[in-house]
Every structure is written in structure tokens, then in C-alpha cells.
């Protein structure tokens, strides 16, 4: 029987992510040499790139970084994805996270296949992300970047799960003046989803495609033709309510848009993005 102990097993399984009945298998071929016992995870990993291929990385976690520039700061938000959360909470993934992190942001591009190819402490961040999936056994995936440039960036991440790292991610973009309720505002776009800054922000067609899907379901309704345009400007208001960040009812106060309470500070929301793993 190979010398190892159940702290050994445990220690190897933070260092890699991997299974238990990995690790013991591991370190039974390594004859208890933890040090072995790596080298034969990763190898096994390297191996099976192939087979993970078609499976699902589904969890993992956001990051986030704000730098001053010439224009005010840019922020700098991704999204690394795993297959289970045993891996996203693993030491291994969320180093890997900050070095894809600080990849992007010397980047300088949200284009996930341009900072796959850039390079990090000597080798392509699509590399690393490979090794890093040998070590754990799971795919592992850069699914997203985001940047927001603006005079102030604020950055939320919240957590879904105390003992995950963050899976929620927001930035905002603001002048200064708004940037006094901008993490406010981060907050409730982490809760509340939406998907356009502005009606300005939405596309024409899509407008359209709403309001010819509310006259339609007026008219199934059997709503009289008089009432039809009050109704359907009534439910495409409703559509801005829903999806506009301005129009949003502010989660701290239900009585103000999330515009008005922007207003009052006298600035402006300049853009925003947010994530949320998986989805």
C-alpha cells in the first residue's frame, strides 16, 4: 500500500481541484510522492482534453479590475467558466482567473479569441487555460470579456453562494457626479437584469417585434380595435419598464425610476455590463 495519509490527499486535492478517487489513484501509482502524484494528474488531464471537449462549463466565476487612464478608468470584467463549483472554489481556478484577468487587461479588447492568443508569464493565455484544465480535469472556459470606459468605473461582484467565489458581475460607467450612487446602481443592475442603458440603446426592430407582439395578443384578447393603441403603447411601456436601466423602478426605492435617482446627482450613467455565470 502506497504511504500517503488523508491530509496528503487533501492537500493535493486543493492544490489540483481534482477528485478524490483521482488524487488516491494519483498518489497510489506515485507511491505516495505528492510531487509524482501532480505530474500524474496533469498528464492524465493532458490526455483527455478530447473527451472534455463536448461537456458542459456551466459554473465557474467573474472577476473584475478597475485602472485609472487618460480618460478617467477603465474597467475590465470577465467570465471563467468551469464545469463544477468544487473547481471554481479551488485555489488552482481562482489563480488562473487572476492571471486571465490581468492578461485582458493588458490586453486592452473585450475580443475573447485576441487575449486567448496573447501571452501571460510566457505562454499563450489559451495555453494556460489547457494546462490548468489538464490539472483539474474539467473544461474550462474564457467565455466573456466586457470593458467600460468612463470618467468613474464601479465595479459590484456579488455572490450567489457565501462559500463560491463571485458569480455576478456589474460595471458601470459614470461622470463623476454620478458615480455617488453609481455602486447603488451596480447593485440593482445585478439584481434586476437589464438589458439596454436607454430606449435610445434598443434596436428598431426590436421595438417593432414588441409592439406588433402586443397588438396580436390585444387582438386574441379581444380587446375593441378603439382601445388597441392605448394597449399597446401601454405593454411596449411596459417592455422599457422591464428591460431600460433608466426606466427600472430603483431597487432601493420603488417609488423613482432608476433614471430619476440618477438625475438628482446631477450626472449621467454612461453604460454599464454585467454577468452572470452560465446565464
Known amino acids: 500500500m502506497a504511504n500517503y495519509t488523508v491530509a496528503d490527499i487533501k492537500a493535493l486535492r486543493e492544490r489540483t481541484g481534482a477528485g478524490m478517487m483521482d488524487v ?25 482534453v478530447s473527451k472534455r471537449e463536448g461537456r458542459s462549463a456551466s459554473d465557474g466565476l467573474v472577476a473584475a479590475h478597475v485602472a485609472d487612464d487618460a480618460a478617467g478608468q477603465t474597467g475590465t470584467l470577465i467570465e471563467l467558466n468551469s464545469e463544477t463549483d468544487f473547481v471554481a472554489k479551488s485555489p488552482v481556478f481562482v489563480a ?37 484544465a489538464a490539472t483539474l480535469g474539467e473544461k474550462l472556459v474564457l467565455r466573456r470579456v466586457a470593458r467600460i470606459t468612463a470618467p468613474v468605473v464601479t465595479v459590484y ?25 453609481a455602486k447603488d446602481v451596480a447593485m440593482h443592475i445585478a439584481a434586476y437584469s437589464p438589458s439596454y442603458l436607454s430606449r435610445d440603446d434598443i434596436p428598431a426592430e426590436t421595438v417593432a417585434s414588441e409592439r406588433r407582439i402586443a397588438e396580436e395578443t390585444a387582438r386574441n384578447e379581444g380587446k375593441p380595435q378603439a382601445a388597441l393603441p392605448k394597449i399597446v403603447e401601454g405593454r411596449v411601456t411596459g417592455f422599457f419598464k422591464e428591460s431600460v436601466l433608466v426606466d427600472q423602478a430603483f431597487a432601493k426605492d420603488q417609488k ?3 433614471g430619476q435617482v440618477v438625475t438628482e446627482t446631477g450626472g449621467a450613467v454612461t453604460g454599464f455590463a454585467r454577468f452572470r455565470v452560465g446565464a
Do not use: F, M, Y
Open 157 to 181: 461582484l456579488h455572490k450567489v453562494n457565501k462559500d463560491l467565489p463571485p458569480q455576478v458581475g456589474v460595471l458601470v460607467g459614470s461622470d463623476v457626479a454620478a458615480g455617488a450612487v
Open 256 to 258: 423613482k425610476s432608476v
Open 24 to 48: 488516491k489513484k494519483a498518489l497510489d501509482e506515485a507511491d505516495g510522492n505528492a510531487e509524482k502524484a501532480l505530474e500524474i494528474i496533469r498528464v492524465k488531464g493532458l490526455k483527455g
Open 96 to 132: 488562473l482567473a487572476d492571471k486571465v484577468l490581468a492578461a485582458s487587461v493588458a490586453a486592452g479588447t473585450q475580443d475573447v479569441e485576441a487575449i486567448l492568443a496573447s501571452v501571460v508569464e510566457g505562454a499563450t493565455v489559451a495555453d494556460t487555460i489547457q494546462e490548468t
